[in-house]
Nanobody, 124 residues
Framework: QLQLVESGGGLVQPGGSLRISCAAS????????IAWFRQAPGKGREGVSC????????ATADSVKGRVTISRDNAKNTVYLQMNSLKPEDTSIYYC?????????????????WGQGTQVTVSS
């Protein structure tokens, strides 16, 4: 069964850090472009960060630039998003995605596979 499963979300204080994970099964993530998206209540889904399959290109949204880092561990077939200096406006469901476009972009249609999301809440 081909799927992506996010984990590691939860409640964190403003200014805190969190590392969320996305584990792939049923396919090899090594050859896929990966991305993290997020969706806050009542808002559309927006791109957070992305990385091409070989790691040659990355991109990060202006709203989180300097505060998040995308990475992958091919041995574990897992993608990570390290988030630092979190703000209440970062509160969202975070989704990971994988595609074969060989582009680091935030167009949702370019990603074939999606996880179910993990909730990140930033609040005091």
């Amino acid at each position: 069964q081909l799927q992506l499963v996010e984990s590691g979300g939860g409640l964190v204080q403003p200014g805190g850090s969190l590392r969320i994970s996305c584990a792939a099964s049923g396919f090899t993530l090594d050859y896929y472009d990966i991305a993290w998206f997020r969706q806050a209540p009542g808002k559309g889904r927006e791109g957070v960060s992305c990385m091409t399959s070989r790691g040659g290109s990355t991109a990060t949204a202006d709203s989180v630039k300097g505060r998040v880092t995308i990475s992958r561990d091919n041995a574990k077939n897992t993608v990570y998003l390290q988030m630092n200096s979190l703000k209440p406006e970062d509160t969202s469901i975070y989704y990971c995605a994988a595609g074969l476009s060989r582009l680091c972009v935030f167009h949702q249609y370019r990603y074939n596979y999606w996880g179910q999301g993990t909730q990140v809440t930033v609040s005091s």
